[in-house]
Nanobody, 126 residues
Framework: QVQLVESGGGLVQAGGSLRLSCAAS????????VGWFRQAPGKEREFVAA????????YAATSVEGRFTISRVNAENRVYLRMNSLKPEDTAVYYC???????????????????WGQGTQVTVST
């Protein structure tokens, strides 16, 4: 069973940067597709970014494209989310998720993932 643990969240001023990390344990992490999702108070969980197991294909939500970058280092069983030019509306709990198989058509859907971490809080102040 795959277990995921997020870290790197915190408080940052608008315009600042953070790098989130998703550490995995369990078998076959290198073959898993990984996504980042976030959920703000009173809002639905939304897609942020995703990366294929090869690292060759990445996806990002329109709201973060150009500011956030997802990457992975399979040798470390870890996926990163670099967040630049943070805005107050980026404030949310950020979750990493993994899937053994997910079609491109549903890679932006939370329902397509098999494993979830507990989340890490990101707060962007004005």
């Amino acid at each position: 069973q795959v277990q995921l643990v997020e870290s790197g969240g915190g408080l940052v001023q608008a315009g600042g940067s953070l790098r989130l990390s998703c550490a995995a344990s369990g078998p076959s992490f290198s073959s898993l597709h990984v996504g980042w999702f976030r959920q703000a108070p009173g809002k639905e969980r939304e897609f942020v970014a995703a990366i294929r197991w090869t690292g060759g294909n990445t996806y990002a939500a329109t709201s973060v494209e150009g500011r956030f970058t997802i990457s992975r280092v399979n040798a470390e069983n870890r996926v990163y989310l670099r967040m630049n030019s943070l805005k107050p509306e980026d404030t949310a709990v950020y979750y990493c998720a993994a899937a053994k198989s997910v079609p491109t058509a549903t890679i932006r859907s939370a329902g397509g993932y098999d494993y979830w971490g507990q989340g890490t809080q990101v707060t962007v102040s004005t």
